[in-house]
Nanobody, 115 residues
């Protein structure tokens, strides 16, 4: 059983930066693929970034070059560093853990980019 808790969401001005954290409880964190998704109002949930157990990363085209996903296996935590934020980045951001056929979601954290 994996429980995920996101934190770090906030109101930030366009061009600003924010760092999201997702802390995982349970065992086997280092074996998980970890994802960040986001869902804006009235929009589909979309994959923003992924980091595998081996450290390989992928990003949505809309955030590539601005966002960085990383993980600290010793702390069972995944991060999303968000730079050069745009209003269109406004969404609830969710952490997801994947291990084999099992997937777990956090509760989400709100990111609002507005002046």
């Amino acid at each position: 059983q994996v429980r995920l808790v996101e934190s770090g969401g906030d109101l930030v001005q366009p061009g600003g930066s924010l760092r999201l954290s997702c802390a995982a409880s349970g065992t086997g964190f280092s074996a998980n693929t970890m994802d960040w998704y986001r869902q804006a109002p009235e929009k589909q949930r979309e994959l923003v970034a992924r980091i595998t157990s081996g450290g390989s990363t992928t990003y949505a085209d809309s955030v590539k070059g601005r966002f960085t996903i990383s993980r600290d296996n010793a702390k069972s935590t995944v991060f999303l560093q968000m730079n050069s934020l745009k209003p269109e980045d406004t969404a609830v951001y969710y952490c997801k853990a994947i291990n084999g056929c099992a997937a777990y979601w956090g509760q989400g954290t709100q990111v609002t980019v507005s002046s």
